[in-house]
């Protein structure tokens, strides 16, 4: 059965570091997502990504934050200046995105610690 | 604002029991909802999903209730087996009609679904 990949599975990095998440979407799906999980709390929105382009963010992906598909299997999320405060899991999502579902499958998630 | 709650934090339940968890949301326009497990470790899996114009969808040991009165949604499972044992999350396409066209989800707290044997 296909799946989403991740990698790293963990990454350590220094306040200020930039640092880069990587997935690998499910091959035919269309619509892309990255969510993080603060430890203990609940799965929150970051971002979503149609047709080579951001479809919506939250306010947690601000100026900080960026993402990318550069070729047409990976899907990355860049932070650029790691703060304490980014230190989560991250998950990578995506979805074929048609009606009536809009089952988003997840990876197994990216755990960022920022020292 | 959205928002999606879960009413426990924790349910523990002796195998082979059915299990109730519950979730309110508060946006009333919400179109769409989805319950995920969650396992140590893991990523969010899809369980069951269901539309605002059903209140009943059943799946493999699964039933997902919707009483949009009350803006409230259960996920029952039958039979609970330690396999069951993870962390519950409901969660409802975001966007203030409820139905947002980016896949944009909500998610609640999360409920810890205990399988004693």
């Known amino acids: 059965e296909p799946e989403v990949t991740q990698t790293p599975s963990h990454q350590v990095t220094q306040m200020g570091q930039e640092v880069i998440l990587r997935c690998v979407p499910i091959?035919?799906?269309?619509?892309f997502y990255w969510y993080r999980q603060i430890l203990g709390q609940k799965v929150e929105f970051l971002v979503s990504?149609?047709?080579?382009?951001?479809?919506?963010k939250s306010e947690i992906f601000d100026d900080q934050f960026s993402v990318e598909r550069p070729d047409g299997s990976n899907f990355t999320l860049k932070i650029r200046s790691t703060k304490l405060e980014d230190s989560a899991m991250y998950f990578c999502?995506?979805?074929?995105?048609?009606?009536?579902?809009?089952?988003?499958?997840f990876g197994p998630g990216t755990r960022l610690t920022v020292t | 604002g959205e928002s999606v709650g879960l009413h426990l934090p924790t349910l523990s339940v002796q195998e082979g029991d059915n299990s109730i968890i519950n979730c309110a949301y508060s946006?009333?326009?919400?179109?769409?909802f989805i319950w995920y497990k969650q396992e140590s470790g893991k990523g969010p899996q899809f369980i069951i999903d269901?539309?605002?114009?059903?209140d009943k969808r059943q799946g493999q040991r699964v039933t997902v209730l919707l009483n949009k009165t009350v803006k409230h949604l259960s996920l029952q499972i039958a039979a609970t087996q330690p396999g069951d044992s993870a962390v519950y999350f409901c969660?409802?396409?975001?966007?203030?009609?409820?139905?947002?066209?980016?896949?944009?989800?909500?998610f609640g707290q999360g409920t810890t679904l205990q399988v004693k044997p």
């Open positions: 969660a409802e396409l975001g966007g203030d009609d409820g139905s947002s066209n980016t896949g944009k989800l909500i």
């Open positions: 990504f149609y047709n080579n382009e951001i479809s919506e």
């Open positions: 946006n009333s326009a919400s179109d769409y």
């Open positions: 269901i539309r605002s114009n059903m």
């Open positions: 091959s035919n799906h269309l619509y």
């Open positions: 999502a995506s979805s074929p995105l048609g009606v009536p579902s809009y089952e988003q499958y």
